[in-house]
């Protein structure tokens, strides 16, 4: 597995290679200083995830989640926070970014948020998951909305999602690569402003849409 770490700090960016590397010893980490060093790197090379600090000299925050989704929609990113706001966990996970881990988490939790985020969900750590959970709920009102702004593929992908089924078993289903079923699970907790399958899986029971026939 290659795995790209984006920290200014040598010390943190070090230890977390360096933990890395004992959760397996087939991790292949390499590290950047700037996101700007990270999107040169991501466009040579294959990464399988990116671990992202959130704050930065230069490009950081939002902005580069954002300029990292554009340029690498099948890459799942990883942002790390001294900050356990919950307003900054929402707004990068709006930006495309596929988990938060703040950097007073445990060693097992950054290995157990990678293997869940790798499976193609997003990773919300448990202190912050509640207040989450509580602000996208005050959004319940833009629920019918947000799924009706669903393209019909995810829709299709929703729809699977709900029934319990796999990225792999989704993928199989839709005929569709599974980093593209990882893709559209990603958009859709987007738009509809979830964190987790089982909060996605609730807007469409809430909001049911009728069948719709696409290309």
Not at 53 to 59: A, E, Y
């Amino acid at each position: 597995m290659k795995l790209l770490i984006i920290d200014d700090h040598p010390l943190f960016r070090d230890g977390l290679a360096a933990l890395l590397g004992q959760a397996s010893p087939d991790n292949l980490v390499t590290p950047a200083t700037s996101i700007e060093d990270a999107l040169d790197l991501a466009d040579e090379q294959i990464f399988d995830a990116v671990f992202m600090d959130l704050m930065m000299p230069g490009m950081c925050g939002e902005p580069a989640v954002r300029e990292f989704t554009r340029r690498h929609p099948d890459l799942p990113i990883i942002v790390l926070s001294s900050s356990e706001n919950a307003s900054d966990v929402r707004r990068v996970l709006n930006a495309g970014a596929s988990g938060y881990i703040p950097k007073s988490a445990t060693a097992q939790t950054v290995v157990s948020a990678l293997k869940l985020v790798l499976s193609g969900n997003i990773y919300v750590p448990p202190l912050l998951l509640g207040a989450a959970a509580r602000a996208s709920e005050q959004h319940a009102p833009d629920g019918p909305r947000s799924v009706a702004q669903l393209t019909d593929r995810q829709i299709d992908v929703l729809r699977h999602l709900k029934d319990g089924l796999t990225n792999k078993e989704i993928s199989a289903h839709l005929g569709i690569a599974e980093k593209t079923v990882k893709v559209h699970i990603a958009a859709i907790f987007k738009t509809l402003n979830v964190v987790n399958r089982t909060q996605a899986a609730k807007c469409l029971h809430d909001f049911p849409i009728a069948s719709r026939k696409g290309p």
